[in-house]
């Protein structure tokens, strides 16, 4: 029987390396899938071409998957997600005379302090800062503006939000477009490298286990065949396997920088995933654990809490007014059971819960499975505050705007 | 009907606004330059707005659009989601278009088929041009080796060109290919 073809959209970063090494590891040829990627460049384009069957998933920011299923921004499709591609992997970067004045530069600091500084500039200064994220409706903006209200800063008034496409952003903090940028890799890595910019905090800081990447599909793309989905999701599970694997770290750099895919510096996306960072020109990187994190802890279910948290965060943004009918939409674009019935056959840890309180994890802890041993590790926000996706209301009346 | 074309290369924006033109739509601008583009699309204040797929900066404009206050917000739109056909149409020739709301259906699709038919009247004159580059490049490397088989076999142009197609067809390879590898090689050999 030959290999079903399959297309994977992707944006050239460091965290598309799941759906890109089940092609280059042989994942996807195990599972008799015949893997294609498509690279774009912007959101849009990789949504397009999700949304009118140009490609049968796509590597997407978790929050765009919300809002096309919610018909923010185009006409309104039914999103699922199956899988989770990644958590964290951006930080915050800011112009290096910026930098100077909120953090010891070079060094990871306490993002809570670095806040309490950059709210007293914002402040003081006459002309709003001006920060570039990657999407509207991307992680990076929702975390960015979590930091800034938690330090007191409002952040439609008192700064000003806009969106920058990632290889743009570099030259953007360059040329005085904005003065800080919410990035993933290998984007702050090269405005470090480049000397214009300094990271002064990584999103892991703001929330350790922070929803990034996730492969999306049209639900009714990946119900027409359950069977190809479920293979789809083991040749990417062992692609996890093989991204955590030390061994294994110099090929895969080397193949993530082909110029099919990333087209950087091998060296740049070594760091990155490696959990190395070089927070500015001329310092030691240092290695801050948890950065990314593609596998480890069942990293890659997706919990329907997290999608929860993200529709929390749109309506806090004003992105979206909260209802009901919309909160379960959004809930259930996040799809653990599509994820259990993928992996059961592997015998891998298997949540028993589909949903978790957020935040709620302090140390880390044994949870239950239907099948294995799973320990969580710690998920803390910066703030301390955790989400209980039972209890939305609570949580929209207990966000104070500053 | 105020159409936008937003696209970094001025060549195959000229080449959808001569189009457009010709169909009458004479209220048509062209955005090359991204600097300051906000600006001078808000004052505008188009109806439609055609942009290459493969811009990357899509979802910076997308954002515009969400937000602007000055112009009516176009949103994407491939004129109607039931036409998969002329959606794929779309994406194959690498157009996107953002339409504002209210716009009739009737208007707004002749506007889009041709914009898809100039997109790929322009990709097929790229793909021309690149064919002519290279038949000359080939032409030159054959009149090449013609001349060094000739001064380095003492034979005349008839000849030095059958030599030339007899090695192609004894080898599988295309004339201009053996033709490539004998003046390659003669750089590399100089006068041994």
Redesign the interface.
């Known amino acids: 029987m030959s290999n079903t073809p399959f297309r994977i959209g992707f944006l050239p970063l460091v965290d598309a390396a799941l759906p890109i090494l089940a092609r280059e590891l042989g994942f996807a040829e195990e599972e008799r899938i015949d893997l294609t990627l498509v690279r774009?460049?912007?959101?849009?384009?990789v949504n397009?071409?999700l949304l009118?069957?140009?490609s049968d998933a796509a590597h997407l920011l978790a929050p765009l998957a919300i809002a096309t299923t919610l018909g923010l921004?185009?006409?309104a499709t039914p999103i699922a997600v199956p899988f989770v591609l990644g958590l964290n992997g951006n930080a915050v970067t800011l112009g290096p005379d910026l930098a100077e004045q909120v953090t010891i530069v070079g060094q990871p600091g306490d993002v809570a302090a670095i806040g309490a500084k950059l709210a007293a500039i914002v402040r003081a200064r006459a002309k709003p800062l001006r920060f570039g994220v990657?999407?509207?409706y991307s992680s990076h903006n929702y975390m960015l503006r979590y930091w800034l209200v938690g330090c007191g800063i409002d952040p439609d008034r008192d700064v000003e939000i806009?969106?920058?496409?990632p290889?743009?952003a570099a030259d953007a903090l360059a040329n005085g477009e904005v003065d800080g940028i919410c990035v993933g890799e290998p984007w702050n890595s090269v405005a470090v490298d480049r000397g214009v910019g300094v990271i002064v905090a990584v999103t892991s800081q703001i929330w350790l286990r922070g929803v990034e990447k996730v492969l999306a599909m049209r639900t009714t793309r990946m119900e027409e065949d359950p069977d190809l989905t479920s293979r789809l999701i083991r040749a990417l599970y062992r692609a996890g396997v093989a991204f955590v694997d030390p061994a294994r770290l110099d090929e895969i750099a080397t193949i993530l920088a082909q110029p099919a895919y990333l087209d950087g510096s091998a060296a740049l996306i070594r760091r990155a995933i490696s959990d190395q960072i070089l927070f500015a020109r001329g310092h030691p990187a240092i290695h801050v654990p948890d950065f990314m994190f593609q596998h480890r802890e069942a990293a890659n279910f997706p919990w329907v809490s997290q999608a929860a948290w993200l529709y929390a965060q749109m309506c806090i943004a004003g992105h979206t007014a909260p209802n009901d009918e919309d909160y379960r939409a959004a809930q259930h674009v996040f799809r653990p059971d599509i994820y259990r019935a993928a992996l059961r056959p592997l015998g891998v840890p298997l949540p028993g819960a589909s949903s978790k309180l957020e935040g709620g994890i302090a140390d880390s802890l044994g949870v239950g499975t239907t099948q294995g041993r799973l320990i969580l590790g710690a998920d803390r926000f910066f703030d301390a505050r955790s989400f209980d996706p039972d209890a939305l209301e609570t949580y929209l009346t207990g966000t104070k705007r500053p | 009907m105020r159409i936008a074309i937003v696209d970094e290369s001025a060549a195959r924006a000229a080449v959808i606004e001569e189009g457009l033109r010709d169909a009458g739509l004479t209220d048509v601008a062209i955005f090359a330059d991204r600097h300051g583009i906000a600006a001078r699309l808000e004052a505008f204040a188009p109806d439609v707005v055609l942009i290459n797929?493969?811009?990357?900066?899509?979802?910076?404009l997308?954002?515009l659009f969400?937000l602007s206050r000055a112009m009516a917000r176009p949103?994407?739109m491939?004129v109607d989601?039931s036409d998969?056909a002329g959606?794929?149409a779309a994406?194959d020739a690498g157009v996107?278009a953002y339409v504002v709301d209210g716009l009739k259906k009737e208007r707004i699709k002749p506007i889009l088929e041709l914009a898809i038919r100039r997109f790929r009247a322009y990709s097929r004159l790229r793909a021309e041009l690149d064919e002519a580059r290279s038949a000359l490049a080939e032409r030159k490397a054959i009149d090449q080796a013609k001349a060094l088989l000739m001064k380095k076999r003492g034979i005349d142009e008839p000849a030095a060109y059958a030599a030339l197609r007899k090695a192609a067809m004894d080898s599988g390879r295309r004339i201009g290919d053996v033709a490539d590898a004998i003046v390659t090689a003669d750089r590399l050999m100089g006068d041994l």
């Open positions: 774009d460049m912007s959101w849009a384009t397009d071409r009118y069957g140009h921004g185009r006409p990657v999407h509207r806009v969106t920058v496409a290889p743009f | 797929l493969a811009n990357p900066h899509r979802d910076e997308e954002e969400a949103v994407a491939f989601q998969t959606i794929e994406i996107s």
